[in-house]
């Protein structure tokens, strides 16, 4: 590790893991420290007397980086919180250069820059290095908007066979570039088009776990901020013994390939044909942990069982009906969200398959709980049951606005090895959903078990 390894991580990388936390809807709290150290934070407000803490490196001051004229001492922390809330949507007027299509692009320029020796584990497409909506927040009015403006991507990495990640934020800055501060950065690079470019290699400590951290943010002349930020912590790793490698996957060469890649400046305008993100779905319930994580293997052949069952259909969708990808949340149950655009049809598909369900029983009507809908239900000979649900939902999108009207079908098939399929067509009226017979068609495909 580079001298960098002894002084403080930026705090613009600390920006970066907020903003990826807020998008999640919840209160973020927390402190931008970056004293001459080594800095200890209480990371709680009213807690035991042993409260787990935050530890980074000693700065050194004076000192002389490469690529600045002048230093500045580090600065005091700065403690924030703020609120995340609601549904966070790409089309925000406020941010005319972001977009779905744009999220899209930028996620497929990341992805394309990433080292042939570096592969992304089966995620679900959120953890995927897909660029999230831009997230609105509200804060205290004496807090400096560090943070507005940014989208933000995160993923998983493994590089022979050690795991890490990599975190990425976008913005779009109407500011200076911030001057060298002790403590922030190893390295200012100035390139001769005015791009500036800083790299950092760093540690940090929290309730006694190291986490490795190789970060590069760069300015452009238009505008444009990007950092990138590399650690060893595989952050979809649950136990702390195993959650930090010791190895950063991509080294600071490689970041600066990323942060140069043209697509994720904001006034690159995004390619003809460019696919819009895929929608985050959920399995819908079943024991999360029934059977075991699911391969690129497994859902290639998912996929391909799909879209040779659709082949012959005369009905457009908006992608592939082979599209699926991990639920949210899980790593054995699969689902897809996609656009029916023809005419009279319009709405959307939904596919969802996983696995720990029981087959229900044959309902008894002199039973108390007896559900007529459930009566409706086919048992076919192989001991599987399929089920047909009609679904109707009339509701404003903003208040004094006109009611919207929904129409869905919904096909569910429970096989007794536990595997269900579920596949629902809506449509907001005059539109029809798509007729049940294709519906249980999908549903009853031979292949479709996890």
Known sequence: MSDGADRRKDRWTTGLVVVSIMACGVIVAGLLDTGSGPATVDLTADGPAEAPSYVTPTVEYPVDIPGCATVEPPSEGEAFAMWVGGEQSYDNPRYPWFS?????????????????????PLVSPTESLLFEPIPEYEQPPDVEDDFGGVTSARGPLLRDSSPG???LSVSKADKPIPPCVAGELDRRTTLPDGTVLD?????????????????????FPDGTWIHADATDENFA????GSKYSGTIPLSLDELTAIVLRPELLASTPVPPGTSPPPTACGSGGGSEDEGPALTRADLDRLNA????????????????????????HSDNAVCESVDVTTPGSEGTLRVSIAGGYTVPPEPDKYDPSYDPQAAKATRLPDGSVLERRDG???????????????????????????????????????????????LESLATTPGLEL
């Open 237 to 240: 790793e649950a136990d702390p």
């Open 305 to 328: 069982v799909l879209d040779d069952a659709w082949r012959d259909q005369r009905i457009a969708l908006s992608r592939p009906l082979g599209s699926l990808q991990l639920a949210e």
């Open 392 to 438: 109707y939902t009339s509701a404003a999108t903003d208040p004094g606005e006109p009611a919207v009207d929904e129409a869905g079908r919904h096909v569910t098939l429970t096989r007794p090895s536990g595997t269900r399929v579920s596949v629902s067509s809506t449509s907001t009226l005059p539109a029809t959903p798509l007729p049940y017979e294709l």
């Open 199 to 219: 790299a950092d290699d760093t540690w940090s400590e929290y309730d006694g776990h190291r986490t490795l951290s190789r970060s590069v943010a760069g300015y």
């Open 165 to 167: 990640s990599l975190w």
């Open 100 to 120: 779905a299509l744009k999220a899209s692009a930028m996620t497929a320029a990341v992805l394309d820059a990433l080292p042939e020796a570096v592969e992304i």
